[in-house]
């Protein structure tokens, strides 16, 4: 056990050391306050809006940035420690590669609750102060959202893991992020678009297709979550919502665990398949 606390501490101080993890993790924070506080500027109003209308401007904001932050830091956490050379010196002492891989999921998946916590901790807490706070089901609702975006950067991080495994340099490694960002952020927003213009898509279809991608899957969910109206769940999450009912939820989160633990599954096959002299 001692060996165990010791890697989770290791890897989770590293993780929170990284200039990646705290320009987004910063990033985030300040964003989200701000967006708490200008959100009520259009009603004619200064000051801080309550939950339930800063959980809304949330949804894509934490879809953006979580996704963001857990892939560059999965992916990173493997590179710079295979490019400084410290993953093999690590390996040869009396450690097993599941015992590095397990440390390196639990730290980086600790401090990325903690950088949630911490951008919709400080949101609620200058909501509260500036009486903003709504009843308990509106916090409830705002604390399902945070749940909802540390799930969603956990499946980044285990995808960055999966990529970063691999990767030799910091910089490649940022790269193939962005890039992989890019893609399911907008390029399968579009390619979808595409598809629905060029053949037809139903609505069947483009709600199975938007399961395949995990932001997809939480912006859903997160409208679920806040009892937005159907029409904001576009014509995908509309359909689930008339086939599924109250059950749309129970499924999209179940979709998500699917996609958390397949990352990370990879990323651990992945790992074991290097070899030492790779190392």
Known sequence: ???????????????????WFLLTAGSFAMVAL???????????????AGFGRTAASLV???????SLMGLGLGALTWAAERESGTLAYLLSYP????????????GGAIALAAAMGLGFG??????????????????GRYAGLAAGA?????????????????????????????????TAVFLSDLGLMGL?????????????LALLNPLHGFRILAMVMLNGSPDLLGPAGWFAWRTYGEALGPLLLGAMGIWLVLAFLVAALRFRGLRDSGL
Do not use: C, D, H
């Open 150 to 182: 540390t799930l969603l950067s956990w499946i980044a991080y285990g995808i960055g893991m999966a990529i970063g495994v691999g990767l030799r340099r910091q910089s490649t490694a940022l790269g193939v992020t962005l890039i992989a960002w890019l």
């Open 34 to 48: 701000a967006l708490a506080a200008f959100s009520m500027i259009g009603s004619g109003y200064i000051g801080l």
């Open 122 to 139: 400080v949101t609620g807490l200058g909501i509260g102060l500036g009486g903003g706070l709504g009843g308990l089901e509106e916090i």
């Open 196 to 208: 629905t213009w060029a053949i037809g898509l139903s609505p069947a279809w483009l709600w199975w």
């Open 95 to 106: 450690v097993s590669r599941a015992q590095v891989f397990v440390a390196k999921a639990a």
């Open 60 to 66: 894509n904001l934490s879809m953006l940035l979580a």
């Open 1 to 19: 056990m001692r060996i165990w606390t010791l890697l989770i501490r290791k890897e989770g101080r590293e993780a929170l050391r990284s200039r």
